[in-house]
């Protein structure tokens, strides 16, 4: 007897039909005599549609009054799915975040779980019904809904898994596993029988968006065996471990990850004294823009460029902070492109090997591919493109380093 965290992602509730199939599901664990926690997102679509509503409205409206409306999605499920368990005559109750009382910060759009209460939960385990629990959704100290990012739903999920100490932590969604990189753009990806943390962690915060980055941080840092399977096949999924296989021989790259959500921005021709970095991008952070990678070109003539790159939706605003920036600073001028991809390698193998940055630089050059902008750690390497050659440098990467067979023993 194992007691699990099942996490069902958007499409896999997207009809009734699929409930009725997650509800088949689930109840044969509970028929294997285990102790099951569901955690459901909204139908697919629909937190899209709610935010559709609300910018119909307003274009920023207040984030309290966004939760208030996006949480819904979850609720619709939680019910949908109880009701389709009960009448399998598998006892099920539905729980909103706040009926479990999942606390969390007071970020509304983003907020982080600060406490899980389980006494609820445990009760109805130990009288054996199924505890359905709506993703993505909290309540601050106050009582007000909260909600935890986009994809946040497996953060819910891994947070129920750590409190209750669950045996495994499963989240089933319409892929049946973590691949080398996303299957839509790769035909010849393959399953990855184990990913280490490292390496999920760095492939979620670079772009894959399997797994929302903080219910990876959360696993890694709680010990929470988690696992990605498919919702509509049987099969063993992608572990996440904390070690690599010890059998296998590591591979230098386990991973491509890449990421269309980024703009870039050059401050041409400042002056190039010490402090410039952070003038420019002080005022940037002020407006609560996030910054991701950071480039500053060799100066000439005491003057430099100065790049960096943010989300895309926050380009706009960016620029416009950075006109007043370029006048106060006396640089020459601002200028940008909004149409740039990431693309990442990662790999725990990088470390012990050498050359992976030239296969890398090599391979897209002989594609044509110029690089704009590089950054690297200890496990992977970034490069910032045109984002119109991104399926290109993706494919091309893939088949470079193997990814496509099999290098399982
Ligand atoms: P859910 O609605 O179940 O949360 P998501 O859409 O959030 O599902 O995540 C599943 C999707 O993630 C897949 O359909 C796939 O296109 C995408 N994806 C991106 N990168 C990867 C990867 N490396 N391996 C598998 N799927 C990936
Ligand atoms: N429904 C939310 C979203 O679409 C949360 C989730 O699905 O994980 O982002
Ligand atoms: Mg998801």
Do not use: W
């Not at 003057?303 to 939706?313: A, E, M, P």
Request: with cysteine.
């Amino acid at each position: 007897m194992a007691l699990y965290v099942q996490k069902f992602g958007g499409t896999s509730v997207g009809t009734v039909e699929r409930i009725e199939a997650v509800a088949d599901k689930v109840k044969s664990f509970r028929d294997a005599g285990h102790d099951i926690v569901v955690v459901v997102s909204a139908m697919s679509g629909e937190t899209n549609r709610l935010l559709g509503l609300a910018n119909a409205i307003m274009d920023e409206p207040t984030p309290r009054e966004m939760d208030v409306l996006v949480s819904t999605g979850e609720q619709v499920t939680i019910a949908l799915l109880s009701m389709a368990l009960n009448k399998r005559g598998c006892a099920a109750k539905s729980y909103t975040g706040g009926q479990v009382k999942i606390t969390t910060d007071e970020t509304h759009t983003k907020a982080r779980i600060r406490s899980i209460d389980e006494k609820n939960m445990r009760a109805d385990l130990d009288e054996g019904r199924v505890v359905v629990v709506a993703g993505f959704q909290g309540v601050d100290e106050y009582g007000n809904i909260t909600t935890l990012g986009r994809g946040g739903s497996d953060t819910t999920g891994v947070a129920l898994a750590a409190a209750l100490k669950a045996d495994e932590c499963q989240i089933y969604t319409d892929v049946d596993g973590v691949y080398t990189t996303d299957p839509r753009v790769v035909d010849s990806a393959r399953r990855m029988e184990r990913i280490t943390f490292e390496e999920m962690i760095e492939m979620a915060s670079l772009g894959s968006k399997i797994l929302q980055i903080r219910s990876v941080e959360f696993a890694g840092k709680y010990n929470v065996p988690l696992r990605v399977l498919s919702s509509f096949k049987d099969g063993p999924g992608t572990l996440i471990t904390i070690e690599g296989d010890e059998k296998m021989e590591q591979p230098v790259i386990s991973g491509i990850a890449f990421n269309r959500d980024e703009a870039k921005l050059t401050v041409q021709g400042v002056p190039d004294i010490p402090g410039i970095a952070s003038k420019i991008l002080r005022p940037i952070s002020d407006a609560n823009i996030e910054v991701d990678m950071i480039v500053q070109n060799m100066g000439a003539d005491n003057h430099t460029d100065f790049t960096f790159t943010v989300h895309r939706n926050d380009y706009k605003k960016a620029k416009v902070i950075l006109d007043d920036v370029c006048e106060v600073l006396g640089a020459r001028e601002v200028s940008g492109d909004d149409k740039i991809a990431k693309v990442s390698i990662v790999g725990v193998g990088m470390r012990s090997h050498a050359g992976v940055a030239t296969q890398m630089f090599d391979s897209l050059s002989d594609e044509g591919i110029n690089i704009q902008m590089i950054s690297t750690s200890e496990i992977k390497i970034s490069v910032v493109i045109a984002e119109k050659y991104l399926e290109l440098a993706v494919r091309s990467l893939h088949s470079s380093f193997d990814l496509s067979e099999a290098t399982e023993a």
